[in-house]
């Protein structure tokens, strides 16, 4: 009682304090710098084009550097399958890398500023699915935090899985921006992330850097809504191609391009404890499925470049080491949410699944978003976790429940 009424206390002055404009508030950024760090589909991309063949005769050949994604002229008919083909990831068996469709060069922009995560789209700042974290940093920033100083983010080709990022020199990037924040406050760093920010954050706090290096440089982590061990929908990716945008709701790219994604494999439901080998997630007329048995069910989707690639991130997958700092882990429930797809005789693998549902975020089954609550027995730093209901997965980053709980977390 006495906590919320100190809240209300300080949400009212906050609010006063910038209605009378410019007055420096009871905030201060500097003790508290934040680094954000978005999911999959959650930072723009910028493409230049130099091609000499297209798959539609509607889509440029060549053009100067424009945002891919997400830009909402990219996403009608068919310039929508131009960016999906722009996108699309070639995969060398031989040296196990990935590259971009030759004639296309792919850029993430703003590393260390939020222009990349605020909205998808530059131009278009009012349609709701191009804001993403948009309202948080804009909450920040009305209490006095400055873009690209006390808050930044860490953008990324989310087509690339830890592994893939680690090896193209993000991460290195990533530990290089904090240290700078840090000399520059003289504060260890909150990070916030969301989405497939989760995994790709934990990775870093457990294979990249070492506990010293936590220890002075991390002050808390908080994660939205993290998809911690995977996300049914991506298998329906590689399966039927027909999913929902994690993003979008509504589908976006080919399943030829999501297949290609390294990501996509990566946001594979886990074997391991959460998804053991009795808990079948695809029932199709070849068989039945569970987290143990992606190589046979890509086999028999006709998925022939996936067994190599999936080989190559899912010892990255099945663990969830303890990060050893200050957590939250805030996340949605109450909303039905994929958990076991039922595929009919007719027509496979080409048409969609009836699907099975679970509580959870829509996107993150409950089972997924839950695994840091096993971090409390293996770590001695605190673990908090708070679920909302019913919140969205996106929408996770603009509720006002989520934002005050963070207010909490960083003020309090
Ligand atoms: C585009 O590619 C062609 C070869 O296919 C090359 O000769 C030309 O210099 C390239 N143009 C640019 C602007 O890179
Ligand atoms: C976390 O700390 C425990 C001991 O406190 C240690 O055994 C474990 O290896 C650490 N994990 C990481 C990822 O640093
Ligand atoms: C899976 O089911 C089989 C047969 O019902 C059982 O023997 C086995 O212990 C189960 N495995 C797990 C991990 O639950
Ligand atoms: C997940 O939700 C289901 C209901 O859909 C419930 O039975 C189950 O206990 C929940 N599991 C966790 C770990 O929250």
Known sequence: MRRGFKRATIVTFLAFLTWSGGVSLAV????????????IMGSQLWARLNRTSVNHPQCSKTSDWYNIWLSLEQLVYPVEECASDNLMFNYNPDTKQYSNVEGVDIQVRDFGGTSSVEFLDPSLHILEPASYFHDIIQHFVSMGYTRGETIRAAPFDW??????????????????????????YNNPVTIIVHSMGGPVSLYFLTQVVSQDWKDTYIKQYITLS???AGSVKSARSIISGDNEGIILDRPIWGRESQRTFQTTLWLLPPAGDV???????????TGEYSAYDYERLM????YTNGPAMYRLIKDKTSEFPAPNVTTYCFYGLGKETPYKLHYD???????PPKVTTIDGDGTVPNISLTVCGRWSKQQVHPV???SFSPVEHVHMLRNDGVISAIDEVMFN
């Not at 087509?159 to 290089?176: P, T």
């Open 345 to 351: 005789p007719d027509n496979f693998p080409n048409s």
């Open 226 to 228: 993290a998809v911690w």
């Open 159 to 184: 087509r690339y899985a830890a592994v893939g990022l680690e090896s193209n020199g993000y991460y290195a990037k990533l530990k290089d921006l904090i240290e700078e924040m840090y000399t520059s």
């Open 299 to 302: 086999a028999d989707v006709g």
């Open 384 to 386: 908090t976790l708070r």
């Open 275 to 285: 998804w053991g080998p009795n808990n079948t997630i695809v029932y199709a007329p």
């Open 28 to 39: 201060n950024p500097s003790d508290n710098p934040i680094l954000i760090i978005p999911g």
